[in-house]
């Protein structure tokens, strides 16, 4: 089956997901994609996304893999399937994990005046936090994506942190974290409410990512107000 007409540029695959709020996340300005009735995928030199029905957005990743458009090392996003679906792929690491969001501002508590903007003097201290608190974590401080950083301290210690990592008018909150000793004690939530009504204050959605092991977590999103999102299964391709 040939592949449909390739849709050119960020609008453009916009306007095919219906502004779908994964789709903000993740188009680019550099990008093309393909649409068909029940799938919109959409790529750059090195991740490929789609949505819609996932049978249709997966048969449409394979014609793409098929026509070379999708190479070695490629990263894939699509809404969650199983990964024997992708039993066509040579895969190197698979991971289930979701986008939640949600588009109105928290409630504030007490807590949540403990948080506080973090100047890059604190760049090694968020550093030692995330090695113990959240090592599989790709955001560090250096990384050009992040905007800044948030904290809360206790005696004088850094025991929790979290980033803005926003992108294409999309508020993202990234690595939430806090440290093993300083739980249970409304840390995490507090940074979630505060940051979340930061990022609101310019964009219209705030969204977050979690891993489908990671039920305590996103427990904790939802109750704090992530009510919204998109399941997804993502595969990185040797």
């Known amino acids: 089956m040939p592949l449909p007409s390739s849709l050119s ?39 490929v996304c789609g949505i819609g029905d996932p049978a249709a957005v997966i048969a449409l990743c394979k014609r793409l893999a098929e026509a070379g458009e999708i190479g070695p090392g490629t990263l894939i996003e699509v809404p969650r399937v199983d990964i024997a679906a992708f ?31 973090l100047p890059p003097s604190e760049h090694a201290a968020i550093d030692a936090l995330l090695d113990v608190a959240f090592p599989a974590t790709r955001n560090r401080p250096g990384n050009d994506d992040i905007k800044r950083w948030f904290g809360i301290y206790e005696d004088g210690e850094l025991v929790a942190v979290g980033a803005d990592r926003s992108a294409n008018g999309v508020g993202y909150l990234v690595a939430i974290a806090v440290m093993p000793n300083r739980q249970s004690r409304g840390y995490g939530a507090a940074l979630t409410r505060r940051m979340s009504r930061e990022l609101l204050a310019d964009s219209d959605i705030c969204a977050l990512g979690v891993t489908a092991a990671n ?16 399941d997804l299964t993502s595969i990185r391709l040797v």
């Open 215 to 230: 039920t305590r977590a996103r427990a904790l999103y939802q109750r704090t107000g992530f009510t919204e999102g998109i």
């Open 9 to 47: 540029g960020r609008e453009a695959v916009l306007k095919a997901a219906q502004n779908h709020p994964f789709a903000r996340l993740r188009a680019t300005k550099h990008l093309w994609g393909y649409a068909e009735e029940h799938a919109v995928v959409w790529k750059t030199d090195r991740r």
């Open 87 to 117: 039993s066509s792929f040579d895969i190197a690491r698979h991971e289930y994990w979701s986008v939640l969001w949600t588009r109105q501002a928290l409630p504030h508590t007490e807590t949540d005046d403990r948080v506080v903007l």
